[in-house]
């Protein structure tokens, strides 16, 4: 399995950024996306995911409401959606898949990693 992360960039605070991971191979049994976010200095923070079984979508307290993450099966992409985005949010982000776990939340849980794209938020 190979993750390719994409959409990173610099925007102003309150702006919009759509990141997209794209993802090649196949995996048997329910597993998770994620996504996660790293900034300087800290350790690598759930973000989001989604259940395999049934689209199921979960979000970490900071950007619930913000943010949100969707699957095109035609382009095998898991894209996230960030709205009003802050300074905050600066960091690169992850994305990623557990298998055998619907609803990862945990950095440990994750098998497979793309390279990471960096979002940066500042005016």
């Known amino acids: 399995v190979q993750l390719q992360a994409s959409g990173g960039g610099l925007v102003q605070p309150g702006g919009s950024l759509r990141l997209s991971c794209k993802v090649s191979g196949s995996i048997s049994g329910d597993f998770a996306y994620g996504w996660f976010r790293q900034a300087p200095g800290k350790e690598r923070e759930w973000v989001s995911c989604?259940?395999?079984?049934?689209?199921?979508?979960y979000y970490g307290t900071s950007v619930k409401g913000r943010f949100t993450m969707s699957r095109d099966s035609a382009k095998n992409t898991v894209d996230l959606q960030m709205n009003s985005l802050k300074p905050e949010d600066t960091a690169v982000y992850y994305c990623g898949v557990a298998p055998g776990d619907n609803a990862a939340i945990k950095v440990e849980d994750y098998q497979y990693w793309g390279q990471g794209t960096l979002v940066t938020v500042s005016s």
């Open positions: 989604m259940a395999s079984s049934d689209g199921a979508t």
